[in-house]
């Protein structure tokens, strides 16, 4: 069909588709291996040095090593904490001074010798993902240290590698275009591909676990914690995703982790700094929020992480989700039939901490029916308020040991009580290759979507506009890509023919900044403008109208929110790439180069900016050339 306002070739909308740090080399697999001879000894004796007995790890095993943990080893067990530090014995001195300050000790190698934790969280901010060698030895020194430890277990390590705009390890790993993106494109096989290969990467790094995907249904545009980190507005479509995804990363040896449960997609509040509070009835709770996460548990899913958001629908006693049985129990374990890991979102986050002190919400979390205490404010506090409600008969050990027994399950599943450790040479073969880094492009290049395309002014010609100005927001690269947007589109463009310049005007560009961009687009053939997150009344918005003022063709690229159309009536031609990374704009340039065809089509619907009841843009909503 054809769309009058546009004169673009408008398709129907498409139905839901389903510097190495200075530490000993790791002993090798054959080391590793025959080290395991004769565990049960060992661990009977409190051996230091890990030994594990060969064979398959049944529960009678693993029920084995739990009996002979003492009570304080067990505790530890059920935490994942962060650490400052690219090294786990020799970090630079202000990450021993960060740690010394949040954690009460130097390094890694001390955090697990005091605490004995279960598992470590991986952040770039921590400095701990600098570069892939490095962190393959940080893990593998992570697991040297606990495996020293009397009856030593390995550590589960784990981080947040959504993609998109949020990844924590970057480049040179391949970087893939996020979720609402990935929903853009609608192809299952896509994201079973994303997960396969980030998985393969996060694996060669000796990270074992991804807080991925996310199985929010993101159905309120003006949600400020999910957003473009969620596939799309359609429950099935979501779970259709989830459910590949799930598969990919598994299939790569690597437990994908569902989140947010029970669903965090209909919220104007960030559970990061508030305490939201979702509306939905059960009935709708069970049509929308609830069906991905069932898809994820069909496909296998290893690890399912809570909200910290209340559900009153679910539990009127007005408990996070983190903290409440009859949601995690009661629906989550018994309802939905789920058995594996769960874990707490990071227990920093201020929708935790508004109803109870720091020192209830661990004890709370075991009982609501938590595995795995994720980041808290304070260790030393979490760590001894579930000691002591062990000793004080408010949580069992019994109740421990269920825990304990389902990441010890998931442990061995991830072949880390057999062979914890990882190579260069796995590195190497597998971390950022052209092959993965070439699926990437072909992925983003199937989830640009264009929505006006006035007088088929894309794609823009060599020939008719040569000079481009690139101008916009540039946001900080939110995966430690390249960046910043406007030199990373104006770069392409100029290698696909064009003359392009790069004019960063920011997020809240000041009256100078916009005179100095309206000055430079009268000398341009065509101004593509980067757009993050329009408001009515930002600045931003000023600078679009004031550039289509000038008579200059305008192309806006909305670089986070597809929502920013809806604000920006003048504009010749408008598309949406559902992030900032580098894999996106380029992405994105190709099309606006005609390079590419526009392929993507909304997973959300846009509605009007002055009448929000209407749907401006459905989903499945793209045009074509």
């Known amino acids: ?293 069932r898809a994820a548990i069909r496909a296998g899913i290893d690890s399912i992480m809570t909200a910290h958001i209340m559900v009153p629908s679910l539990d009127p006693a007005g408990d996070p989700a983190t903290l409440s049985h009859p949601i995690l129990t009661g629906i989550l374990r018994e309802e939905l039939g789920y058995d594996g890991v769960v874990v707490t979102d990071s227990l920093q986050m201020q929708g935790v901490r508004t109803k109870y002190g720091d020192a209830r919400v661990p004890v709370l979390a075991l009982k609501a029916g938590v595995d795995q205490l994720l980041d808290p404010p304070s260790l030393d506090l979490a760590w001894h308020a579930v000691l002591d409600a062990v000793r004080g008969g408010e949580l069992t050990e019994a109740r421990l040991d269920e825990s304990i027994l389902r990441v010890l399950r998931l442990k061995a599943k991830l072949g880390l009580l057999t062979d914890p450790y990882v190579g260069d040479d796995g590195v190497d073969r597998t971390v950022g290759t052209p092959a993965h880094l070439q699926a990437a492009d072909r992925i983003a290049d199937r989830t640009t979507t264009l929505l006006v395309n006035k007088d088929d002014l894309l794609p823009l010609s060599r020939r008719r506009t040569p000079k481009v100005l690139v101008v916009g927001a540039d946001p900080a690269s939110p995966s430690l890509s390249d960046g910043p947007p406007t030199t990373v589109l104006a770069t392409t463009l100029t290698e696909l023919g064009f003359t392009a310049t790069a004019l960063s005007t920011g997020t809240a560009p000041s009256a100078a900044t916009i005179a100095r961009a309206v000055a430079a687009a009268r000398d341009a053939d065509a101004v593509v403008v980067g757009t993050y997150n329009l408001t009515a009344t930002g600045s931003q918005k000023t600078l679009v109208e004031q550039l289509v003022a000038t008579g200059v063709p305008v192309v806006a690229i909305a670089l986070r929110n597809p929502y920013d159309v809806a604000r920006l009536p003048g504009v010749d031609a408008c598309l949406a790439a559902y992030s900032w990374t580098d894999v996106e704009l380029r992405a994105a340039a190709r099309v606006i180069a005609g390079r590419r065809d526009p392929q993507g089509t909304l997973p959300v619907p846009v509605q009007r900016a002055d009448d929000p009841t209407q749907v401006l843009y459905p989903i499945g909503y793209g045009l074509t050339y």
Do not use: C
């Open 1 to 293: 069909m054809r769309d009058s306002s546009t004169g673009s070739t408008a398709r129907p909308a498409r139905p839901a588709r389903p510097a190495r740090p200075a530490e000993p080399a790791a002993p090798s697999r054959r080391t590793v291996l025959a080290a395991t001879a004769g565990a049960g000894a060992a661990l009977a004796a409190g051996g230091s040095a890990y030994a594990a007995p060969a064979g398959p790890y049944d529960d009678k095993r693993l029920r084995a090593l739990i009996s002979r943990m003492t009570l304080e080893e067990k505790v530890g067990q059920l935490f994942v904490m962060r650490v400052y530090g690219h090294s786990a014995t020799a970090p630079d001195q202000a990450d021993i001074d960060a740690n010394l300050k949040e954690i009460g000790v130097r390094t890694a190698a001390e955090l697990i010798a005091k605490y004995r934790v279960g598992g470590i969280i991986y952040f770039a901010w921590a400095h701990n993902t600098r570069a892939p060698h490095q962190i393959a030895d940080l893990s593998n020194g992570i697991q040297r240290a606990s495996l020293a430890q009397p009856r030593g277990l390995p550590v589960l390590i784990s981080t947040d590698q959504e993609h998109g705009i949020v990844a924590r390890v970057g480049k040179p790993a391949t970087l893939f275009p996020g979720a609402m993106a990935i929903g853009a494109g609608g192809e299952r096989g896509d994201a079973r591909t994303l997960g396969r290969i980030a998985g393969g990467e996060l694996h060669a790094l000796g990270i074992r676990q991804d807080y991925s995907p996310v199985a929010d249904v993101n159905v309120n545009p003006a949600n400020p914690v999910i957003g473009v980190r969620s596939f799309g507005a359609d429950p099935d479509a979501v779970a259709g995703l989830v459910e590949a995804e799930v598969k990919g990363y598994q299939s790569a040896g690597v437990a994908a982790t569902a989140k947010h449960f029970p669903g965090h997609g209909d919220t104007a509040v960030d559970s990061h700094f508030g305490f939201p509070v979702i509306t939905h009835s059960r009935e709708l709770w069970s049509a929308l929020d609830a069906v991905p996460f």
